[in-house]
């Protein structure tokens, strides 16, 4: 019997393809660019295993090119670019790494709050461009001792960024769906309340919800418009938690402090009339805004991890095994 082949969809590092070698045929695409898509159709006709990636998304077009296919390993935390209905009905398991990006997305979290709050993009301009002739009571802004923050989901992402704000001097506040044990709350630091007294009360509302229902445009020009004035808005949830033009126009109407965000609509592969860029308005470089490009999990050690972790959920499947990191559970396999 011939090896499974596996199609790996982005560049990871050797020791994961080591890894799925020693029991599979890889077929790895070893940049740091997405395929287009029918090449990567192409790739997956004789596959029965993909490990994919965040700018990857698996729709049921994509299914009907892998009729070999047992098993997606995604490298990731939110499978919302993820069909899980249609897998499931093929028979697909989905599997994903549910725990070791979410500590270095609630650090990214932080650095874009103090960012934005302390200004410093201006004030990295201000010494780069030459014009800092010594201190000068100019660019004050929001720091995070005394400052109440929202925040906008409480799973493990939103309890990993109250443990790490604790100690930092700041009034925590939270709202989910599900609401947290009280003994948990109360340990994190965390008062839980509904998501109108958190917009109304907090200096920085940050969000931290995957694109769960409900979830999508959470924060639209309702929730803006309650939010007190000059408040800091963060995400580092998903894009579309956020109506990107409704920020726009509340930075230039002055009711909305700033803006910072790791993620952005354009990414949400799989909702239908997602934008296809950053909306422009948004990106007037006049608006107080901090961007970055989707970096919540880029660190080096982490990313090697999460790739490997992915690798080991696929060899799972392969074998006939229930993967760790499984999402769904196939219909074949039930």
Not at 47 to 60: G, I, L, N, T
Not at 185 to 198: D, H, I, N, S, Y
Request: glycine fraction near 10%; include cysteine; proline fraction near 7%.
């Amino acid at each position: 019997m011939s090896a499974p082949t596996v199609v790996v969809t982005h560049w990871v590092h050797q020791e994961v393809l080591d890894l799925l070698a020693g029991r599979c045929r890889v077929v790895s695409n070893q940049t740091r660019e997405s395929l287009p898509r029918p090449e990567l159709f192409a790739r997956l006709r004789e596959a029965e295993a993909a490990m994919m990636f965040m700018p990857d998304w698996v729709d049921q077009e994509l299914l009907d090119h892998a009729p070999r296919l047992k098993v997606v390993g995604a490298a990731l935390k939110g499978f919302d670019n993820y069909d899980v209905e249609a897998l499931t009905r093929r028979g697909v398991w989905l599997t994903n790494v549910p725990d070791l990006l979410t500590v270095p997305t609630a650090e990214l979290a932080i650095g874009l709050m103090l960012a934005l709050g302390r200004n410093m993009l201006p004030g990295h301009a201000c010494v780069a461009s030459g014009a800092f002739a010594g201190w000068r009571p100019t660019l004050y802004g929001t720091g995070l001792r005394g400052s109440t923050v929202g925040l906008v989901g409480l799973g493990r992402l939103g309890c990993a960024l109250a443990e790490r704000l604790q100690g930092w001097g700041a009034r925590l506040l939270g709202c989910d769906p599900v609401p947290l044990d009280p003994a948990r709350a109360k340990a994190l630091g965390v008062e839980q309340v509904g998501l109108e007294r958190l917009l109304e009360l907090s200096d920085f509302v940050v969000v931290l919800t995957p694109l769960v229902e409900g979830a999508h445009g959470l924060i639209d020009e309702a929730a803006l418009a309650r939010m007190r004035p000059g408040a800091l808005l963060v995400n580092v949830g998903r894009g579309s938690c956020v109506d990107e033009l409704a920020v726009a126009r509340a930075l230039v109407a002055g009711t909305l402090g700033g803006y910072a965000a790791d993620v952005f609509a354009f990414e949400d592969w799989i909702l239908p009339g997602r934008p296809r860029a950053i909306p422009s308005e948004l990106l007037d470089p006049a608006l107080r805004t901090v961007f970055t490009p989707h970096l919540g999990s880029a660190v080096e050690s982490v990313r090697l991890e999460i790739a490997l972790e992915a690798a080991r959920n696929i060899l799972a499947a392969l074998a006939g095994q229930v993967p760790p990191g499984a999402v769904n559970r196939p219909q074949s396999a039930a």
